[in-house]
């Protein structure tokens, strides 16, 4: 495969804050149109490599292609291909759903933004949100917004940051049954985030867990669990979590200074 067949591409990333290393060494490939979660127990280097991929913190050491741009030179370039989902970005407090969306559309570039808003609205299924203002949402439903956002542009890379952790079992399966839409019609590449294991299995074909900044497995769910010699994912993630329990990572300390909040 060629560089142009990957979304990302990271050699060699390292990043240290203080005496402590967020990340260590990691190489990683994600392919065009794959669906991957990047999995590790809290403190694994998830939040710090994360933030690398988006050029919001630099590594000391290290080379990251973002949707083949090199970062950080072409951050602007490369982001405006990226779709980026967290539960803790704030959305316009004083704007209604859809007059955000349109806004949101205007800063993509997006052509008949009516018809793309009005198509996200229905495929999510947020037509009962479009009228309230954002501060009138609750926590799961501005993470839903956020996701619809998210998507306006079709990304050829979408990030999710534990995407339905806020929501309801019900709203959760809708929205992984549109994730997984948007990513066979429009060749979307997932990536994931989650301590949800079974959100994993059915969102992700490849899982790559980070324990202590390094790769501690990469594969298929049924790859990884039969590496730890687990029956399933959970039980293999576990396992990490158990090992590296003990070990302690400045992803900790990211978290922390974000307000405890940790992904």
Known sequence: MSASDFVVV????????????????????????????????????????????????????????LVGQRLPRHRSRALSKVGFVAGYLPLPENLKVREALTIFAGFYGIRRPETVISHAIERFGIGHLTELQSSELSSGQRTLVSIVKSTLHTPALLILDEPTASLDPEVAGRVRSALLDIHREFGTTLLVTSHNMKEVETLCDRVV???????????????????????????????????????????????????????
């Open 10 to 65: 990271a050699r060699s990333l390292t990043k240290r804050f203080k005496d402590k290393v967020a990340v260590n060494g990691l190489d990683l490939e994600v392919p065009a149109a794959s669906t991957v979660g990047l999995l590790g127990p809290n403190g694994a280097g998830k939040t710090t490599t994360l933030l690398m991929l988006l050029a919001v913190i630099t590594p000391d050491s290290g080379t990251i292609d």
């Open 209 to 263: 867990i980070l324990s202590g900044g390094s790769i501690a497995a990469d594969g298929s769910p049924t790859e990884v669990a039969a590496k730890f010699d687990t029956e399933d994912l959970e039980a293999a993630f576990l396992e990490v979590a158990s090992r590296s329990r003990k070990f302690g990572t400045a992803d900790d300390r990211l978290a922390g200074d974000r307000g405890g909040e940790h992904r």
